[in-house]
Nanobody
Framework: QEFLVQSGGGSVQAGASLKLSCVPS????????MGWFRHAPGKDREFVAT?????THYADFVKGRFTISRDNKDAVTLEVHSLKPEDTATYYC??????????????????WGLGTQVIVSS
């Protein structure tokens, strides 16, 4: 069975950095696009970033503060810098079988991690 194991996150002060990791298990996800989404209380889930091979795409609000990367063992990392209170959310890793343009809508992703919480205090 395919699943995604997430780690990282935590509670930090504004301006801090964190590293979120996502390790696929049970299947090779090398041909998949891997993405990050976040869900804040009272808001809709929103796209953060995605990567397939060396191609990446970010949400506009990232503005250079976040970096998505992927190692040769399928693990995907999201480095988040200069965190703001409005970045507080549960962050989800996801995998998409979709080909063509990099997927950025949540319905384009078929496999989801359980989420990891990021809390940023001012």
């Amino acid at each position: 069975q395919e699943f995604l194991v997430q780690s990282g996150g935590g509670s930090v002060q504004a301006g801090a950095s964190l590293k979120l990791s996502c390790v696929p298990s049970g299947y090779s996800f090398q041909e998949y696009a891997m993405g990050w989404f976040r869900h804040a209380p009272g808001k809709d889930r929103e796209f953060v970033a995605t990567i397939r091979n060396n191609a990446t795409h970010y949400a506009d609000f990232v503005k250079g503060r976040f970096t998505i990367s992927r190692d040769n063992k399928d693990a995907v990392t999201l480095e988040v810098h200069s965190l703001k209170p409005e970045d507080t959310a549960t962050y989800y890793c996801a995998a998409s079988r979709r080909y063509g343009l990099l997927p950025f809508r949540d319905y384009e992703y078929q496999i989801w991690g359980l989420g990891t919480q990021v809390i940023v205090s001012s």
